[in-house]
């Protein structure tokens, strides 16, 4: 941003194709991880890790998987929820039914079970597009919604129809407290941030891993209506709102749809303007409403783009030509 690229020369196929190959964004990046996983844990309150932190992380590699079906391939989908209930179904059978599993394990069947979902709803829908493809995808939605509700074997025949579960446990580490939910969590995402960049697919498979995260250290107890269409919603206008195609996006939007109802609650009390629950909730909806129409007209790359365009104009400042 206030640095230059001046004199940093690649002379191999390897230094031109990594991620980072200006020598102070990598440099950056290792200050920012070491933020992230040594200050933030210590620094931060529960309040921080429960309200913001912890969705934010989950919700970012939820978009992050259905950014790489509608960013870089641009098929639309309306129903990715259902695949996160998929994830986070599977997870809690896998973890009842075969405890000797590995945490880590189930979440990469988790994942592959969510993806074999995706394949079933997906293979089908090849001759189709646009907006029928988004009604496909709303189908699986609503099928997934009927399945969980309907079919007791999934909660283990639980009368009221919800789940629960027991907190993580992972080599004798017992993932309990909010600073270690937060530490694991952010393991996972950079993990799969960096698999994402390197390899622009497997959709289902990120919001099946995403699902069972959200359950297991999120939510700790679910029923279906978790997984509604509310939340395929969110996940569709986080990356609308962060930017289409980009993996950076993901995470602005991500960011975005966690704080915005926080802001809307806290910001009439800093002011001292009384502002009803139901009031805020409506705000919520006419702010990211507008936004999407802003950014589908005047931006369609999002908050990712004005990102790449501020830091442009700063590579520039103070001399423009």
Not at 41 to 64: E, H, V
Not at 89 to 102: D, E
Not at 159 to 177: K, M, N, Q, Y
Not at 284 to 310: D, K, Q
Request: hydrophobic content about 60%; proline content about 5%; charged content about 10%.
């Amino acid at each position: 941003m206030l640095y230059r690229e001046n004199g940093q020369f690649k002379s191999t196929y390897r230094a031109d194709q990594q991620m980072l190959p200006i020598l102070q964004d990598r440099i950056l990046m290792l200050a920012l991880l070491a933020f992230a996983f040594v200050v933030v844990p210590f620094a931060a309150s529960n309040y921080l890790f429960l309200s913001i932190l912890i969705p934010f992380l989950i919700l970012a590699l939820a978009a992050i998987g259905l950014n790489l079906l509608v960013g870089y391939c641009g098929q639309i989908s309306i129903g990715h929820a259902a695949f996160m209930a998929v994830g986070a179904y599977a997870a809690y059978n896998l973890v009842l039914r075969l405890p000797v599993l590995n945490f880590l394990v189930v979440l990469v069947l988790a994942g592959f079970i969510a993806a074999a979902v995706g394949m079933v709803f997906g293979i089908p829908s090849l001759r189709i597009k646009g907006l029928y493809l988004a009604v496909a995808t709303l189908a699986a939605q609503f099928f997934m919604d009927w399945l969980f509700a309907r079919v007791k074997w999934f909660t283990d025949y639980s009368h009221s129809g919800s789940v629960s579960t027991a907190p993580v446990e992972l080599l004798g580490w017992r993932i309990d407290s909010p600073p270690e939910k937060y530490v694991f969590l952010l393991a996972v995402l950079v993990v799969f941030t960096l698999l994402a960049k390197n390899l622009a697919r497997v959709s289902s498979f990120y919001c099946g891993v995403a699902g069972a995260l959200w359950g297991f250290i999120q939510l700790g107890a679910w029923e279906p209506l978790a997984f509604n269409l509310t939340l395929s919603l969110n996940l569709l206008f986080m990356i609308i709102i962060g930017g289409m195609g980009s993996i950076l996006g993901s995470y602005f939007g991500a960011a975005f749809i966690v704080t915005l109802p926080i802001l809307l609650n806290q910001l009439p009390q800093w002011l001292g303007v009384p502002l009803s629950t139901a009031m805020a909730s409506n705000l919520e909806f006419m702010i990211f409403g507008a936004l999407i129409i802003f950014f589908l007209i005047v931006e369609p790359h999002g908050l990712a783009r004005l990102w790449a365009i501020g830091k442009e104009k700063l590579r520039l400042w103070p001399f423009p030509h």
